[in-house]
């Protein structure tokens, strides 16, 4: 008799993932080699669209759906005692019930970046993943770089946001009215902790006082529509070098000094994603601001720390002027940290040893 492997069947968050594609798109690597050593183990990873949901032995969801309604309808459908499992993957900007213990109450298992949580059989703690496969080991000179660059999308969150399908998406109040629970700060402050206007504002400043230090790539600098209000910060930044993301992003980044690496939130919640490592992989050396507790895991020295600085003028300033050797003791604390035994808390090889770990756990295998 061939035994029947174990059916994962995962909801991801955007529906640009479906059809398998989470398993290509989704941080470089990581969902894919996952997926690739679950199936030697007799475990069936793919897309909750993939296969019926009766048929799941766990259904896994990439962040809560955008509605409960729709976490409902799928427990209805799977067997009795099927598992569910919610991986925490996005921050409290726009998604802070991600975080409220009462909808991780409707979870067999929760799977998240937050460290240091009361020991649970139930939770689960991971890094989010980076694959240093691709570090590169012909970095340029510093004469060779140019200042600083910035790849990141010119997004508003919150009040003034791009109106999104169905009431869900009304700016500010839609995920109100999602059905899970949310922090009361939520219906005042609906994206609290979010750098997306920091980014704004420092990109606007050196536009207008240095255009030389700063060049940007992404979506939404050019004068783009960002907001649904037609009137909001429609002029185009002329240190806009592209509009929209490069599929060669190591390649940009490796031409700079400095990277701007300011995650979208800002607080205490262990988030420290791809923004911190990419820089150092090409010899960029992260100008950064989000995790509040990044010094307890990087060294203060492999970076700069926006938090060091008066105001953003006094940064730009900092990075227009940087000393070459101050530059090279940065850029080698980098580079002996991303070897470290602590970075590899971050690379794609110990991301699938947690879920592997994590899933024969909730499987019972």
Excluded at 163 to 180: C, D, E, H, Q, T
Excluded at 264 to 282: A, C, Q, T, W
Excluded at 341 to 350: D, G, L, N, V
Aim: charged share 25%; glycine share 8%.
């Amino acid at each position: 008799m061939i035994k029947k492997n174990k059916q994962v069947l995962v909801k991801p968050l955007w529906n640009n993932e479906l059809g398998g594609k989470l398993f290509q798109l989704n941080y470089p690597g990581a969902f894919g080699r996952w997926r690739s050593i679950a199936a030697d183990l007799g475990i069936s990873i793919g897309g909750w669209d993939m296969l019926p949901l009766e048929e799941a032995d766990c259904v896994w969801f990439l962040d809560l759906p955008d509605t409960r309604k729709e976490f409902e309808q799928a427990r209805q459908r799977v067997q009795k005692g099927v598992p569910f499992v919610l991986q925490v993957m996005e921050t409290p900007t726009g998604r802070s019930q991600n975080f409220h213990t009462k909808n991780h109450a409707l979870f067999d298992y929760v799977v998240t970046y937050q460290q240091g949580l009361p020991k649970s059989e139930n939770i689960f703690t991971y890094r989010l993943p980076n694959c240093f496969d691709r570090f590169r080991s012909d970095h340029k000179t510093f004469q060779e770089r140019k200042c600083a660059v910035m790849v990141n999308s010119n997004r508003i969150e919150g009040w003034l946001a791009c109106r999104k399908a169905g009431v869900i998406g009304l700016p500010g109040i839609g995920p109100n009215l999602s059905g899970w629970h949310r922090p009361y700060w939520a219906w005042l402050v609906p994206a609290r902790g979010e750098l997306y206007s920091w980014r704004r504002k420092f990109a606007r400043l050196a536009a207008d006082i240095a255009p030389n230090a700063l060049d940007i790539y992404g979506p939404g600098w050019d004068g783009g529509k960002v907001s649904w209000n037609p009137f909001f910060d429609r002029k185009r930044y002329t240190n806009c070098v592209a509009n929209g993301f490069t599929n060669q992003k190591l390649d940009v980044i490796a031409n700079y000094r400095f990277t701007i690496s300011v995650e979208n939130y800002r607080g205490n919640i262990d988030y420290i994603s791809e923004k911190m490592f990419e820089p150092l992989l090409v010899g960029s050396v992260p100008v950064y601001l989000g995790e509040e507790k990044i010094a307890d895991i990087i060294p203060k020295s492999a970076y700069v720390d926006v938090r060091d600085f008066s105001n953003q003028t006094a940064l730009l300033n900092y990075l227009q002027h940087c000393p070459e050797e101050e530059w090279q003791r940065m850029y080698h604390a980098g580079q002996a940290f991303l070897f470290s035994k602590r970075a590899q808390e971050f690379s794609r090889e110990e991301f699938v040893s947690k879920m592997i770990h994590i899933l024969k756990t909730i499987l019972k295998m």
